[in-house]
Nanobody
């Protein structure tokens, strides 16, 4: 069972990035998927979550209207489109499966800075 995130990088404030999380080793379409982030010195927080079929999404208040979570079950991939990025979005971003697997990816660094 494995999750591999990609797509992070350095971007200027107001810019955009799209993160991807590719799953393997389990039946991806059966699990809700969630993106989390952890900034230096802060606790890990939920960013966005999507149901197994993709019909239901939830967002942290801090990213509503700027971030969009989506998934492609045929490609076993969940995405996080991040627009209008702010310096406070700087963090390591992780994807995670729902229980009972509760598997984490290794994370991808997002840095928003001019």
């Amino acid at each position: 069972v494995q999750l591999v995130e990609s797509g992070g990088g350095l971007v200027q404030p107001g810019g955009s990035l799209r993160l991807s999380c590719v799953a393997s080793g389990f039946t991806f379409r059966n699990y809700r998927m969630t993106w989390y982030r952890q900034a230096p010195g802060k606790e890990r927080e939920m960013v966005a979550s999507i149901s197994s079929a993709g019909g239901s999404t939830n967002y942290a208040d801090s990213v509503k209207g700027r971030f969009t979570i989506s998934r492609d079950n045929d490609k076993k991939t969940v995405y996080l489109q991040m627009n209008s990025l702010k310096p406070e979005d700087t963090a390591v971003y992780y994807c995670k499966t729902s229980a009972p697997l509760a598997v984490w990816g290794q994370g991808t660094q997002v840095t928003v800075s001019s």
